[in-house]
């Protein structure tokens, strides 16, 4: 459940957001103090006048936290809370789903793979980056395909069921459309392609940037039209 914070800041989030200093920041946390998600505050003008930007960031609320109170704190560069506010998570209900996986499925899931593990690696490094020029996005985002038809959710609550008997529970973190072959996929939003390629867990894949530290990622791709660094419209 991703949600932005917009501040229109105080002189001394100004400053420091335009400091060379560590970049100001908004986090939230649970009641009981536990950090929930945290992103960098960053300028972004208003209708394309640099003079009336604000200071935006997106969190995304994890969808194992606990519904009920939480704290959302703007902090400058130096760890000092700037501002406070106190938000309310609601309930959320996540379907569960059983999966009956053949045995190349299951040993995909669990057999270690080198590969595997530096596509999973340097998929994360792209990820977690934050390129503060990356504002390429206006308006709001799209679905990636016309269909509305949705296999799986976000926050499905997954058990495998491996081909010798055992089971594993994850949670699902993306929307799974259910599409013919061929159908086109477009950007969610206008941005730079940071990754273009084939993994082995998610076949062929492209990670977009529209928004500093914001990356949408389509997955299980029949064919892949751009190539890393290239610029997409929505």
Same mark, same amino acid.
């Given at each position: 459940?991703?949600?932005?914070?917009?501040?229109?800041?105080?002189?001394?989030?100004?400053?420091?957001?335009?400091?060379?200093?560590? *970049?100001?920041?908004?986090?939230?946390?649970?009641?009981?103090?536990? *950090?929930?998600?945290?992103?960098?505050?960053?300028?972004?003008?208003?209708?394309?006048?640099?003079?009336?930007?604000?200071?935006?960031?997106?969190?995304?609320?994890p969808s194992t936290a606990r519904?009920?109170?939480?704290?959302?704190?703007? !902090?400058?560069?130096?760890?000092?809370?700037?501002?406070?506010?106190?938000?309310?998570?609601?309930?959320?209900?996540?379907?569960?789903?059983?999966?009956?996986?053949?045995?190349?499925?299951?040993?995909?899931?669990?057999?270690?793979?080198?590969?595997?593990?530096?596509?999973?690696?340097? !998929?994360?490094?792209?990820?977690? =980056?934050?390129?503060?020029?990356?504002?390429?996005?206006?308006?709001?985002?799209?679905? *990636?395909?016309?269909?509305?038809?949705?296999?799986?959710?976000?926050?499905?609550?997954?058990?495998?069921?491996?081909?010798?008997?055992?089971?594993?529970?994850?949670?699902?973190?993306?929307?799974?459309?259910?599409?013919?072959? =061929?159908?086109?996929?477009?950007?969610? =939003?206008?941005?730079?392609?940071?990754?273009?390629?084939?993994?082995?867990?998610?076949?062929?894949?492209?990670?977009?940037?529209?928004?500093?530290?914001?990356?949408?990622?389509?997955?299980?791709?029949?064919?892949?039209?751009?190539?890393?660094?290239?610029?997409?419209?929505?």
């Amino acid at each position: 459940d991703p949600f932005a914070v917009v501040v229109a800041a105080p002189a001394s989030l100004d400053a420091a957001a335009s400091s060379d200093a560590a *970049p100001a920041r908004a986090t939230l946390r649970s009641a009981d103090g536990t *950090p929930l998600a945290a992103a960098v505050l960053l300028p972004y003008p208003l209708g394309g006048a640099p003079e009336a930007a604000v200071f935006a960031a997106i969190l995304a609320v994890p969808s194992t936290a606990r519904s009920g109170g939480a704290a959302l704190r703007i !902090l400058g560069a130096d760890g000092s809370v700037v501002a406070e506010r106190r938000v309310a998570i609601g309930s959320r209900d996540f379907v569960r789903e059983e999966i009956p996986l053949d045995a190349e499925n299951t040993a995909l899931r669990t057999v270690p793979d080198p590969r595997k593990t530096a596509e999973a690696e340097a !998929l994360w490094k792209i990820i977690a =980056g934050t390129d503060t020029r990356a504002v390429f996005a206006a308006g709001t985002f799209v679905p *990636p395909v016309a269909s509305t038809r949705r296999t799986s959710s976000f926050g499905d609550r997954r058990v495998y069921q491996y081909a010798d008997g055992k089971t594993e529970t994850a949670i699902h973190a993306g929307i799974d459309y259910g599409v013919p072959r =061929g159908t086109p996929v477009v950007a969610s =939003g206008a941005g730079r392609v940071a990754f273009a390629a084939e993994r082995i867990v998610t076949g062929r894949s492209v990670v977009i940037e529209p928004f500093p530290g914001v990356s949408s990622l389509d997955y299980h791709l029949d064919r892949i039209d751009v190539a890393a660094g290239a610029f997409v419209a929505a």
